[in-house]
T-cell receptor, first 110, second 112 residues
Framework: SQELEQSPQSLIVQEGKNLTINCTSS?????LYWYKQKYGEGLIFLMM?????EEKSHEKITAKLDEKKQQSSLHITASQPSHAGIYLC??????????FGTGTSLTVIP | EAQVTQNPRYLITVTGKKLTVTCSQN?????MSWYRQDPGLGLRQIYY???????DKGDVPEGYKVSRKEKRNFPLILESPSPNQTSLYFC???????????FGSGTRLTVV
């Protein structure tokens, strides 16, 4: 079973366009993490959201947590080629194991 | 520089030949974990460790062993590798669960 589902699976956008990636949990969310992975490389921690309604920004990337919907969204404004990669959400449900979402592959066309 | 170091980055081996992938972190993190990443299956946890001498199975532990004799090191051992263990492996650490992970650069393992 997959605890965290991301959508879309892949995304191709023109440079300068805005985009949104969603992460939906099948269980109650107590905290949600977003990571970015360059193809074949390690994951880079972007941000962590812990409270319902919380919103955080890092450069042109904004993430929100909707506890009621058990969902988080990652929004990129004015996308650039440097934003390309795989975006993964992650959550810690049990205090011991950390689960990752299915991932969203982003391609930005110059 | 705070980091998680994995070695080797690339490894090609034959079925049945024991191998170890090393992982070391310099951040005094208590929590360490191993993941494998496969196309279409995403990242799956193999083993994790809450502290020294404390290890536990993740979702896909079969065919792997780990040890945590020191806080900084968390090696992944494949006693008898098989082709279905061909994958991209990541080691990660964090201060505790519930804080962001720091990931290693990955080890691409091919078992022929």
């Amino acid at each position: 079973s997959q605890e965290l589902e991301q959508s879309p699976q892949s995304l191709i956008v023109q440079e300068g366009k805005n985009l949104t990636i969603n992460c939906t949990s099948s269980k109650t969310l107590y905290g949600l993490y977003w990571y970015k992975q360059k193809y074949g490389e390690g994951l880079i921690f972007l941000m962590m959201l812990q409270k319902g309604g919380e919103e955080k920004s890092h450069e042109k990337i904004t993430a929100k947590l909707d506890e009621k919907k058990q969902q988080s969204s990652l929004h990129i404004t004015a996308s650039q080629p440097s934003h390309a990669g795989i975006y993964l959400c992650g959550a810690d449900y049990t205090g011991n194991q950390f689960y990752f979402g299915t991932g969203t592959s982003l391609t930005v066309i110059p | 520089e705070a980091q998680v170091t994995q070695n080797p980055r690339y490894l090609i081996t034959v079925t049945g030949k024991k191998l170890t992938v090393t992982c070391s972190q310099n951040m005094n993190h208590e929590y360490m974990s191993w993941y494998r990443q496969d196309p279409g299956l995403g990242l799956r946890q193999i083993y994790y460790s809450m502290n020294v001498e404390v290890t536990d199975k993740g979702d896909v532990p079969e065919g792997y062993k780990v040890s945590r004799k020191e806080k900084r090191n968390f090696p992944l051992i494949l006693e008898s590798p098989s082709p279905n263990q061909t994958s991209l492996y990541f080691c990660a650490s964090s201060f505790t669960t519930g804080t962001g992970y720091t990931f290693g650069s990955g080890t691409r393992l091919t078992v022929v």
